[in-house]
């Protein structure tokens, strides 16, 4: 099946810097890639949607100055989470399904990046 | 109210039981309904598509009931291996997928 990977898999690192979240489609391509988020015992919670090409879409109360995503090809996209802080600490997870049109089929999931700042 | 709503559990079971988890949705231009697992600490995988006229994969069966917005998943037999959190989730046309918060399933031997 189709296979997205995402790294790092875990990263910890100090209140104020900036950690970046890369998310590769192996076998496909895809236009249209998903972020997620995900705290302890609680949903998955969609933060933006990554389009090849153009600026991404948030989601209403994400700042996208502090997640910046770019999808800079139709098998690469990359979260960036600058000057993070402790409730910045979570499950991030990106999904994309192939297709170069969006499409509604299966969505595949990368293995989760979990970020802890201290 | 949230999107997608499911009882958080956790459900213990003994091993061979049958258990059922409930969903409710709110979008009712949802088209498209999934079940996922998730295991701790791990990304959510696909279990089963949910299809109107209901559907069976081994000992997994899913209901719909649109008029309702209303999911079911029903695990027979259940297995050790069972033990996930089951994530309800609902995609209206080519959104983004939205998900419950999960439903926790422990099997006891």
């Known amino acids: 099946g189709a296979v997205v990977s995402q790294h790092p898999s875990w990263v910890i690192c100090k209140s104020g810097t900036s950690v970046k979240i890369e998310c590769r489609s192996l076998?496909?391509?895809?236009?249209?890639m998903f972020w997620y988020r995900q705290f302890p015992k609680q949903s998955l919670m969609l933060m933006a949607t990554?389009?090849?090409?153009?600026?991404?879409?948030?989601e209403q109360g994400v700042e996208k100055d502090k997640f910046l995503i770019n999808h800079a090809s139709l098998t690469l996209s990359t979260l960036t989470v600058t000057s993070a802080h402790p409730e910045d600490s979570s499950f991030y997870i990106c999904?994309?399904?192939?297709?170069?049109?969006?499409?509604?089929?299966?969505?595949?999931f990368g293995e989760g990046s979990r970020l802890t700042v201290l | 109210r949230k999107e997608v709503e499911q009882d958080p559990g956790p459900f213990n079971v003994p091993e061979g039981a049958t258990v059922a988890f409930n969903c409710t949705y709110s979008?009712?231009?949802?088209?498209?309904f999934f079940w996922y697992r998730q295991d701790c600490r791990k990304e959510p995988k696909l279990l089963m598509s949910?299809?109107?006229s209901g559907n069976e994969d081994g000992r997994f069966t899913a209901q719909l009931n649109r008029a309702s917005q209303y999911i079911s998943l029903l695990i027979r037999d259940s297995k050790l291996s069972d033990s996930a959190t089951y994530l309800c989730?609902?995609?209206?046309?080519?959104?983004?997928?939205?998900f419950g918060s999960g439903t926790r399933l422990q099997v006891q031997p």
């Open positions: 076998d496909f391509q895809a236009t249209t």
């Open positions: 990554s389009n090849e090409g153009s600026k991404a879409t948030y």
């Open positions: 979008n009712s231009a949802s088209q498209s």
């Open positions: 999904s994309a399904r192939p297709g170069l049109a969006g499409g509604a089929g299966e969505l595949f």
């Open positions: 989730v609902v995609q209206a046309g080519r959104r983004a997928l939205t």
């Open positions: 949910v299809y109107s």
